[in-house]
T-cell receptor
Framework: DSGVTQTPKHLITATGQRVTLRCSPR?????VYWYQQSLDQGLQFLIQ???????AKGNILERFSAQQFPDLHSELNLSSLELGDSALYFC???????????FGPGTRLTVL | AQSVTQPDIHITVSEGASLELRCNYS??????LFWYVQSPGQGLQLLLK??????LVQGIKGFEAEFKRSQSSFNLRKPSVHWSDAAEYFC?????????????FGTGTSLTVIP
């Protein structure tokens, strides 16, 4: 158990819908990262927050957005969902941007 | 641009045999390197990391990795594989050069262990 929690574990929704994934970092970690893992794209970095501020952006679509709240939990919002958005979404956290990341168990999103 | 290559998509070893998983990276400065393991349906677990210093690093579960700057490699090794080691292994390089911290992951190596 890494100490990073993600909810929900599974999410099934329809195309065009919007969903919110939630992540709570390890106690004391200020940085949160979001990744998407799919069979064809592998593990792709989406976005990073540090203490509430966006720090780095990867291959995140404009339909996707995220934020980190004052209590340091983070949410990833996915809108206008497409079939291709079906994937595992991981959250990771680290104590600072220059340290190793610890991963949560992931949320499996299925878009029908 | 930073990148990580894991040349072996899939490896099969016998239980008790030694293991080496290859990782090559492309990075302009001193790299920060990591190996993670992912069991089916699970998140990624950190096995070991290299930031600086001794080029042979020890990790959890009996794994070790050696950083070779001249070969741009960070190969993962284990002297004797156990059936429970069957999983997906990912090498990653950390890029600290910007304001954030972006990890670049390889495509992974799937390890099968046969009795």
């Amino acid at each position: 158990d890494s100490g990073v929690t993600q909810t929900p574990k599974h999410l099934i929704t329809a195309t065009g819908q919007r969903v919110t994934l939630r992540c709570s970092p390890r106690s004391g970690d200020l940085s949160v990262y979001w990744y998407q893992q799919s069979l064809d794209q592998g593990l792709q970095f989406l976005i990073q927050y540090y203490n509430g501020e966006e720090r780095a952006k990867g291959n995140i679509l404009e339909r996707f957005s995220a934020q980190q709240f004052p209590d340091l939990h983070s949410e990833l919002n996915l809108s206008s969902l497409e079939l291709g958005d079906s994937a595992l979404y991981f959250c990771a956290s680290s104590v600072s941007p220059t340290r190793e990341q610890f991963f949560g168990p992931g949320t499996r999103l299925t878009v029908l | 641009a930073q990148s990580v290559t894991q040349p072996d998509i899939h490896i099969t070893v016998s239980e008790g045999a030694s293991l080496e998983l290859r990782c090559n990276y492309s990075y302009g400065a001193t790299p920060y390197l990591f190996w993670y393991v992912q069991s089916p349906g699970q998140g990624l677990q950190l096995l070991l990391k290299y930031f600086s210093g001794d080029t042979l690093v020890q990790g959890i579960k009996g794994f070790e990795a050696e950083f070779k700057r001249s070969q741009s490699s960070f190969n993962l090794r284990k002297p004797s594989v156990h059936w429970s080691d069957a999983a997906e292994y990912f090498c990653a390089v950390g890029d600290w050069s910007g304001t954030g911290n972006q990890f670049y992951f390889g495509t992974g190596t799937s390890l099968t262990v046969i009795p």
